[in-house]
């Protein structure tokens, strides 16, 4: 089975500070993984994705994230927050091996301070 | 990408009523999904809508209590029937679309509130 961990709920930085979300997964097989953002009253947007090759990831935004199969982490950063930054994060975890099924992370409140 | 719509944006019910809350997407796909969002909660999946079938539910969740209807590639509608303010949430389409089997695009939401 597989399982998303975010640590922190919420996390608050200051603007021009560098910005990271934590992700720990598990899966039994390789992970295809992502990061999404929810603004307030709004659906959600895809930031990023790993599904094979690169490791390290770049999206939407000046966001980017590293699979690291060894720390089974997949932590999302970005090196300058911005205000426009402040919204909802969720990682998350799918293969689509017999059955399509995504796990989403309890998600992290990212917080900016002027 | 795919461009979805979701209609209402937003309701208010009194329990025991019924609300069918309708998902359009802008090209045909392969999968679609409904999402529960609780008040400060991640996302639940509902079930996956069928084309021409009855759809896939998830542990907890009953055709009774969420009859959803998939008659084509583009469009599904999910009901919360016999509401409780217990059913208040956000409720999510998704789709996955053909060739992209591994990324899901989201609808707006319907943002539910049951008195």
């Known amino acids: 089975a597989q399982s998303v961990t975010q640590l922190g709920s919420h996390v608050s930085v200051s603007e021009g500070a560098l910005v990271l979300l934590r992700c720990n997964y598990s899966?039994?097989?390789?992970?295809?993984l992502f990061w999404y953002v929810q603004y307030p009253n709004q659906g959600l947007q895809l930031l990023l994705k790993?599904?094979?090759?690169?490791?390290l990831v770049k999206g939407i935004n000046g966001f980017e994230a590293e699979f690291k199969k060894s720390e089974t982490s997949f932590h999302l950063t970005k090196p300058s927050a911005h205000m426009s930054d402040a919204a909802e994060y969720f990682c998350a975890v799918n293969r689509n091996t017999g059955g399509f099924k995504t796990i989403f992370g309890a998600g992290t409140r990212l917080f900016v301070k002027a | 990408s795919a461009v979805i719509s979701q209609k209402p944006s937003r309701d208010i019910c009194q329990r025991g009523t019924s609300l069918t809350i309708q998902c359009q997407v802008d090209s045909q796909v392969t999968m679609m999904f409904w999402y529960r969002q609780q008040p400060g909660q991640s996302l639940t999946l509902i079930a996956t809508a069928n084309q021409g079938s009855e759809a896939t539910y998830e542990s907890g969740f009953v055709i009774d209590k969420f009859p959803i209807s998939r008659p084509n590639l583009t469009f599904s509608t999910l009901t919360v029937s016999n509401m409780s303010p217990e059913d208040s949430s956000i409720y999510l389409c998704?789709?996955?679309?053909?060739?992209?089997?591994?990324?899901?695009?989201f609808g707006p939401g319907t943002r539910l509130t049951v008195l």
């Open positions: 998704s789709v996955v679309r053909q060739g992209a089997t591994h990324e899901q695009f």
């Open positions: 790993y599904t094979t090759g690169a490791t």
């Open positions: 899966s039994s097989v390789p992970p295809y």
